[in-house]
């Protein structure tokens, strides 16, 4: 009898669902210390020796099965969120320059942060040449954007294929791009403090009108079809 309840133990495991099976992820965003405001440069460097190595790779639909490679870092400093991605993908485009445009049709990073873990979530998407989107709202049909003057003066964006548009290139490329948001672009929630705030995000890579469009996510995402905008399946950030 306990021979058949350990195979019966194994074979359901065997077979159940992998998405099923996984747990949410949570994030600890240790503090960089830095005097004065730091370049960008100072900040890939620091987010390089001193914040984990994070993996973004999670395949959540069987249509989308190309899975570019996808890692980035993450730390606060004072009131900033430091974050650094690193891509490796087989094609990367740019068309959108202006700010708010639909970013995601590129080659594009993408970090959602629910700051009270209320269900109410910034979608910061930056394309490969650091073309910034950014709104707020509950989900995907009620989001207000940020001014474009807000985002440029308190997000900075530096990747390294540059800042100018180009049509899709093929035959594999690997990318990096930096990013500091200040928490004033945050302008739904006036006076936040990272500080000990325990929050609710997800980390994504996407890529719309590339040849191989793509959808992938830190934490797993259990929908039908790809959606980014559900923040019921966030998972956990506490900033120290």
Known sequence: MKTLM????????????PMEMQKDEKLIVKEIEHKGTASLKEVS???????????????????????????????????????KYYVTEANILAKHTDTN???SKDSCVEFFFDPLGDGNYYNFEINCIG?????YGPGR??????????????????STLGN????????GHTWEMTI????????????????GLSSKSNFYKCGDDTSQ????????????????????????????
Do not use: C
């Open 213 to 240: 469009k793509h959808y992938i996510t830190w934490n797993p995402i259990k929908t039908a079809k790809p959606d980014y905008h559900r923040p019921e399946y966030f998972g956990d950030l506490v900033f120290e």
């Open 180 to 195: 500091v948001i200040s928490a004033e672009v945050m302008t739904h929630n006036k006076g936040i403090s990272l500080k």
């Open 45 to 83: 460097t620091l987010l390089e020796e001193q914040a984990e190595l994070n993996s973004i790779g999670v395949l959540n639909w069987d249509a989308f099965a190309y899975a570019p490679k996808v890692k980035f870092r993450i730390a606060r400093n004072k009131n900033d969120i430091w974050l």
């Open 6 to 17: 350990l195979l019966a133990a194994f074979f359901f495991q065997v077979n159940q669902n």
């Open 101 to 103: 445009s639909a970013v």
């Open 164 to 171: 100018r548009p180009f049509a899709e290139k093929t035959g």
């Open 131 to 135: 073309t910034i989107h950014l709104a």
């Open 141 to 158: 049909s009620d989001r207000k954007y940020v001014d474009p003057v807000v985002i440029q003066k308190y997000i900075k964006a530096e």
